[in-house]
């Protein structure tokens, strides 16, 4: 890490550093209004995904807020933090949203309508996330990808060249 730069402190969310997103491979700049439509969009389904419990009918206000609260409040505050960026957290929660409505609701809600099992799992990958964001700011990255990334696939070459010389198959 280069001296001068104070990494911020435990989980603190920052503003990011990216002024604006290109389009593909041409490199033009999207356009403001076209990005926040597309976040907004992302944004939403999200919500539909990720806090339906806070949709349900029949809850009481003490316990979660209404339909309209979740509809006008930002996403950071429905959900744990991820990493310590909200357009990171964004991102990742919109592929946390697609996996689990794929892969994880689609069997889930015919054995039952309780979505606490959603929300559990946003617990954890919010818990191993933030574990995770917090050990790659120890990360050396000068050793790791100078010293030891050249010896695993160095290693990982070998491996291949014998499997493959041991099978008879070209390599």
Known sequence: MAQGIRRPGRHSRQTSRITGLTNGSNGTRLNENTRHARDAETVEYIRKILCSRH???????????????????????????????????????ALIAVVLSLFVQSWYNRITPDQ???????Q???????????????VDLET???????????????GMA???FVSGTDY
């Open 55 to 93: 949709r349900e009918p029949g809850t009481a206000k003490d316990q979660s807020p209404t339909t309209e609260d979740v509809d006008t409040r930002p996403l950071w505050e429905l959900l744990p933090p991820l990493t310590s960026s909200n357009e990171i957290d964004v991102q990742l929660y």
């Open 124 to 138: 954890i990958i919010a818990h191993c996330t933030r574990g995770l964001e917090q050990r790659l700011r120890t």
């Open 162 to 164: 014998i499997t493959h």
């Open 144 to 158: 790791l990808i100078l010293a030891e990334l050249p010896t695993v696939l160095i290693g990982h070459v070998d």
């Open 116 to 122: 606490d099992f959603v929300q559990q799992v946003i």
